[in-house]
Structures are given as C-alpha cells and as structure tokens.
C-alpha cells in the first residue's frame, strides 16, 4: 500500500488556483486553420500573475487536440484526454512569452482505431521572446469512441458542433 504524501511545490504550482478558473472551461477562444494532419488555435488566458499557469497551458492543448479529434469524426465520437506524455514548460521565461493572444498549433503524429497522437506548440503573437515560447509545447494521446447510445450522440454532437461553429467563427459563447 502506498502511503499518502503532500504535493510537492512544483505539482502545487501545476494546479489551478479555483479563484483563476474560467467561468467556462473552454480554453480555446478561436479555431482559425483545420487540415486532417493539423489545426491552428488561439487562445487567450492569464492567472493572476498576467502570465498562463502550466495547467492552463496543458488544458489547451488537451482542448484543441480534442477538437480536432472531433472535428475529423464529424462529432460523432466521444473524444477525451488519455495521457500526457511530455509538456515542456521550460520555465518563468517560457510563461512570460506567453502573453496576449497565444497561438496553439496541433499537429496529428500517429493514429489508430481508438487513440490520436498530438504534438502542440505554443507561441505568442505579441513577439515577446519568441525563442522562448516556442520552447513550449505539450505531447498527448486522446481517444475516441463511439457515444453510449443514439440520444447522446444527438446530445453531445450537437454541443460540440456549436462550440465549433463559434469557434470557427471567433465568437466562442459560453453554451
């Protein structure tokens, strides 16, 4: 049996403070480019320090994966984070850079039946150490499935499809 330990500082600092959490948690505020290797995302978040915390950085590149994921199904698959297998977050330097509008570029590494492969990179287009931000990225793995049944499909498809018809459109309102 493993015994309980506190979190380290570093696994404190990954955590999101509840106080700095959206009132919506979709982190991504635009879709702008979508090709069936890749899509291009922007997304705009700061904690109280004006800078993005790790979490937030992971979250979005998990959010924008999944996007695309749902995209290429037609949004008929249900879509979710598997694993983190890499974020490179370099430190105060890299979150610094990330200010402003920040650009979240998927690219799709390797797929199978069930899974998707994603390196992210970040960069911010206010051109503040450039170097630096795109030393940011994140590799994931999602998966997908089917729904449970015909009414969720119908349900979730839906939910989706919005969230991406504003996105596309820049106009993302919180459903």
Do not use: K
């Amino acid at each position: 049996m493993s015994e309980f330990r506190h979190a380290s500082a570093r696994e404190q600092a990954f955590l999101p403070n509840p106080g700095e959490l959206p009132a919506s948690f979709v982190l991504v505020n635009r879709v702008d480019r979508v090709q069936t290797d890749s899509l291009v995302a922007f997304t705009r978040l700061a904690g109280q320090s004006g800078q993005m915390a790790d979490w937030q950085i992971v979250e979005a590149c998990a959010q924008t994966a999944c996007l695309h994921q749902r995209f290429l199904r037609d949004f008929g698959d249900q879509v979710f984070l598997l694993c983190v297998d890499e974020a490179c977050i370099p430190g105060a330097a890299a979150l610094a850079a990330l200010v402003g509008e920040v650009e979240i570029a998927a690219r799709l590494t390797g797929q199978s039946a069930r899974a998707a492969s994603y390196v992210l990179r970040l960069r911010s287009l206010a051109g503040r150490a450039a170097e630096d931000a795109e030393a940011v990225h994140v590799v994931l793995t999602v998966g997908h499935m089917p729904y449970a049944g015909p009414e969720q499909a119908d349900r979730l498809g839906r939910h989706y499809r919005r969230i991406w018809q504003c996105l596309a459109h820049a106009q993302y309102v919180p459903c």
